[in-house]
């Protein structure tokens, strides 16, 4: 019922207006949703590959980490970091993943019910998202 509730909320491609997002989910977030296998390798495999437009001559570092790893204080990331985020929807995975994305060093936050995605360039405005399977 959750993730029902979940994918009532999120997005697809239509109407995205960040040309950054909308090109890394049309390429790389949908193409592993409709994929078998686990989520968080196939991400980290893809990002790590993912050449965007606007990321031109720049390799993503990405990595894999769970929730209850996650320190918001703690984040000693660089801009061309990205963090791959498993086990949001546990327990108290949902409570701090919100507090996560708060914080002034993300810069775009995408979650996909149980994987969140982290992002620190500050290519655009502090954005939110949430996105399902189209």
């Not at 697809?12 to 296998?37: D, K, M």
């Not at 929730?67 to 061309?80: E, T």
Request: charged fraction near 20%.
């Amino acid at each position: 019922m959750k993730q029902f509730l979940f994918n009532l909320k999120a997005g697809n491609a239509h109407g995205l207006h960040s040309p950054f997002v909308y090109e890394l989910y049309t390429r790389v977030i949908n193409p592993c949703l409709h994929q078998s296998g686990e989520l968080s390798a196939l991400l980290k495999k893809e990002l790590t590959h993912f050449q965007a437009k606007s990321l031109e001559n720049t390799k993503l570092k990405v990595q894999i980490i769970s929730i209850n790893q996650l320190d918001a204080k703690g984040l000693n990331m660089h801009w061309d970091d990205v963090l791959l985020v498993t086990q949001i929807r546990n327990t108290l995975g949902l409570t701090q993943w919100k507090k996560m994305i708060k914080n002034e060093k993300i810069i775009f936050s995408i979650e996909l019910y149980d994987i969140g995605i982290l992002f620190f360039n500050p290519i655009a405005p502090k954005q939110h998202f949430k996105f399902k399977k189209s």
